[in-house]
């Protein structure tokens, strides 16, 4: 249900729902995205309600058939038992079809053929039976036929309808009609008492359950939204929480994460881990000249040329702090990391970002620590940070604009 309710939803605002849901007297149907989701919600609860039905039919059925033997006057059933064993084979049918695919996709009109016929025998029979008694007894039985198809089944209201007067009006105006010419026994007092009266009492019943039904439906509707939008303000927070907010890298709290996870992995596969610091030349001189707005848009550029080394999906390219980066390389030697700084060096340089004030360029260059090393027992992800910024503080040391590998 979930992907179908999603695209309903889609297709009908939240707002409509609620209008939907507010609206003291609502037609038993929905606009048509969300009519479909509410009929494959319905049928799959149904069916559900069905299975669970079918043991209770067959006692009802049995108490029925106990109770009519035992007032029935001997040697007066006629065709009674041949006709009240359509019932039995009613049910044996349904319970042949409860696990078939052709009840779970088209459960409503495979329930409303079967429901007719039930309908159907507990017309007729009654008219077969000539004994005054026995007769009250199966109109009687003939009333919880009607019950059971309106509140038993699950039927939607149009298809306990279709089956209850769809078959049991043409039914009493054929019995009216051919009674004199066949000798037919019709109580019609009975039939109103009955039949009639039980059809418009469930049929009110089962209107008021559907409505009620479509109501816990459009409420389950609006509370997936809201833990839709919950889950999207949650990955949004844990988004915001684990990302640097001006460069769109992993911040400081991921870059931890992650050199703590990729460490524990390669400790255990025996692989190097490799950590490119960066720093940018003379930033604060940078942001003093051109301002700060300038300065976030150089982070910028800079971040897009770090994620472009990230090249792979264990890759990590972060912001330290300040106008320090990162760049984590999970399974890569010293001599591969120091050849990425390479190119990340050079591709801050090819950016040719004016920068007046720098003592080492005319444009905006980065000074570069690298450090790899495969993790012992006894070593910690620290020692892998410090080994980087120590080769970081050595490059600006020997002038800046320049990759120091340790």
């Known amino acids: 249900m979930e992907s179908r309710s999603s695209r309903a939803t889609e297709a009908v605002p939240r707002q409509r729902i609620e209008r939907l849901l507010n609206h003291s007297r609502f037609r038993l149907r929905f606009p048509a995205p969300l009519e479909a989701t509410y009929r494959a919600y319905h049928d799959a609860d149904a069916l559900r309600v069905f299975r669970g039905s079918l043991g209770y039919l067959v006692l009802l059925y049995l108490a029925m058939a106990g109770a009519a033997l ?3 006057p001997s040697g007066q059933l006629g065709a009674w038992p041949l006709l009240f064993s359509g019932f039995g084979l009613l049910i044996l049918i349904g319970w042949l079809l409860v696990r078939s695919r052709l009840l779970q996709r088209f459960y409503q ?7 007719a016929l039930a309908v159907a025998l507990s017309m007729i029979n009654p008219m077969l039976v000539t004994d005054p008694e026995f007769r009250v007894l199966v109109y009687i039985g003939g009333a919880y036929a009607v019950v059971v198809v309106y509140l038993g089944l699950s039927l939607r209201l149009p298809y306990a309808m279709l089956a209850g007067w769809g078959v049991g009006l043409p039914l009493m105006a054929a019995g009216y009609a ?3 010419r066949l000798g037919l026994a019709i109580d019609w007092l009975l039939v109103l008492a009955t039949f009639v009266g039980a059809s418009v009492l469930c049929m009110v019943i089962c209107y008021r359950d559907e ?3 479509r109501r816990v439906f459009l409420q389950a509707e609006l509370l997936r939204l809201d833990r839709e939008h919950i889950a999207l303000l949650a990955e949004e927070l844990q988004k915001q929480a684990l990302v640097d907010g ?3 890298l992993a911040n400081r709290r991921q870059f931890d994460q992650a050199l703590q996870r990729e460490w524990g992995r390669a400790h255990r ?5 490799a950590l490119v610091f960066a720093d940018i030349d003379h930033f604060k001189a940078y942001n003093d000249y051109f301002g700060h707005q300038e300065g976030d848009d150089c982070m910028r550029v800079l971040a897009g040329i770090f994620r472009a080394q990230a090249r792979r999906a264990t890759d990590l390219a972060g912001r330290y702090g300040g106008e320090e980066f990162v760049l984590l390389l999970p399974g890569v030697m010293l001599a591969e990391a120091a050849s990425r700084a390479e190119l990340l060096a050079a591709a801050v340089r090819a950016a040719s970002l004016p ?3 720098s003592s080492c360029a005319n444009t905006v260059t980065l000074s570069i620590g ?3 090393m495969v993790p012992t027992q006894d070593g910690s992800p620290d020692e892998l940070v410090r080994r980087a910024d120590q080769a970081l503080y050595e490059a600006k040391a020997a002038g800046r604009n320049r990759v120091i590998a340790h």
């Open 70 to 72: 035992a007032v029935a």
């Open 109 to 115: 009109r495979v329930v409303c053929a079967l429901a």
């Open 178 to 180: 051919l009674a004199p």
């Open 211 to 213: 409505r009620q039904s």
């Open 246 to 248: 001006l460069t769109g």
């Open 269 to 273: 596969e025996h692989r190097p881990l």
């Open 355 to 357: 920068h007046p004030r």
């Open 370 to 372: 690298v450090a790899a």
